[in-house]
């Protein structure tokens, strides 16, 4: 059976996509044709299946430990390989801007929450990222403040703009307005 049709059928089951992996690579002892099988079952696009599996492979892919696939897949989930991207509306890409000029502003950002943004942005899920931007603040030295807030306050205006928001968006975008007029 070809490797992205066992994928396939593995994750039609029910199982995660790193257990899937996991499955895969026992299997064939072929890590990264079992990575490339698993993003390809999940629709992902080749160029960017390969891109992803690119920044990970001399860390995780190369040179396997045995006995380290549920590991391994373990940590290709996490770092959002598996990440299935979301078409974004146009809307959608002026909300990501918005939170792009915000992060801009933020004078400095941790890697762990740059990379949680990104596997946002990647899967559309725009409510957490906005959330997790406003609760935030910029750095006092390097930040700044008033670009940052009114970044996110526009963002989360064109957040409300579907018929029911997310009433988090709601009191988040109340927080953001209060925070720009006072910087």
Known sequence: MHLAALARHALSRGRTPAATYALLARRTRKPLPSARAVCLALTIPLAETTRRLNDCYDALLANPRPNSETDTGELLEA????????????????????????????????PG???????????GNLTAAYLSLAATHPLPRTGNPTTYWTALTTAGELLTTTPTPDTRITYALTHCRTQATHT
């Open 79 to 110: 770092l959002g390989v598996f990440d299935i991207p979301k078409s974004l509306t146009d809307t959608e890409l002026a909300v990501v801007e918005h939170f792009l000029a915000a992060v801009d502003a933020m004078g400095g950002i941790r």
């Open 113 to 123: 929450h740059h990379h949680g943004l990104q596997r946002w942005f990647t899967t």
